[in-house]
């Protein structure tokens, strides 16, 4: 006969057992389990490997969330995004009476150890990670804590197992070269964001799309990847609009960038949208009132917060949510920065 094992952990794996089977203290997995730095790292690994082994979840859940604080990290704190995302979570966790805790990684993708050992020493309800995510043995160190964490992430390649919300890049790309190559446009240039980040190939992937089913060629030379900055949209719009053929259209990669591209016009004599249309991304609060007021493609970045932060707290009280992947639609919203080209061809 074949004997059936069950997949569950069995209920007797206690610390006690992880302590045996290690061959350390008690206090010692204990420390491991609240995150405690005073554990040698070979220690910590041997420990960890185990808890791994027998699959330990911390079983302790909180009932309810009020009072407590959640923690928000982004990559980076770049103002008219963040604040967008930062309303997004306030808005909830204000109606919840939960405290905010809000931090930066400059940059990094990926949050270092020494800020994981914080969080499990504040012991927050939950995280919020907005362009950013964990290491798989950082994930783990906050199961076992019973910490909730939810990616906010316009990448959409987030592991299934993690709680994230996003939008749809691709079909962002493809509404903002519909709509230029609907107006006339043939020579459309796009600077997109950088190019180790999903979100900025799946944008251009769209906009390549819409091209294919207009049985229009995409011009290679016209492409360009950099950060979202208006730094990044005003350096490459003006080599694209020096160039002897010139684009008579930019597709930016965000708001931001493309009020560099804006500038960029303007210096080289330009007007837009007579001689050059522009479209942005993310439909910034600012974007309607620039000079002309910006057609751009609404990513609606306060719901995705408003929601991701829903779903935290959900977790926390220890509501699992329906689904694991959220995307929310793109929508163009049509202004003044978008016309026919001057000279169709």
Known sequence: MTEHRSLDPPASTTIATIANDV?????????VLNGRGDVAPGTRA???????????????????????????????FDTGWAMEILRGVEAVTTAAGVGLSVAQLDGAHRPPARWLDAILADRPLGVVFVLSHLAEAQQQHLRRQGIPFVVVDTDSATSASVPTVGSNNWNGGLLAARHLLELGHRRIAIISGPLDMLCSRARAAGFQSAHDEAGIAVDRELIRYGSFSAGAGHAHGLELLRRPSRPTAIFA????????????????????????????????????WTDPALT????????????????????ARG??????????????????????????H
């Open 253 to 288: 990669g965000s708001d931001i960038q493309a009020m560099g591209v804006l500038r960029a016009a303007r210096q080289c004599g330009l007007r837009v949208p007579e001689d050059l249309s522009v479209i942005g991304y993310d439909n910034l609060p600012v974007s309607a």
């Open 296 to 315: 751009t493609i609404n990513q609606p970045l306060r719901d995705m917060a408003g929601i991701a932060t829903q779903m935290l707290l959900d977790l």
């Open 46 to 76: 041997r420990v960890e490997a185990s808890l791994d082994r027998h699959r330990y979840q911390r079983r302790t859940r909180r009932s309810a969330t009020s009072g407590g604080r959640i923690d928000l990290v982004f990559h980076e």
């Open 23 to 31: 061959g350390v203290s008690v206090a010692t997995v204990s420390k």
């Open 319 to 344: 509501n699992e949510p329906a689904t694991s992947r959220i995307d929310l639609v793109t929508e163009l919203v049509v202004r003044e920065s978008t016309a026919p080209p001057a000279n169709p």
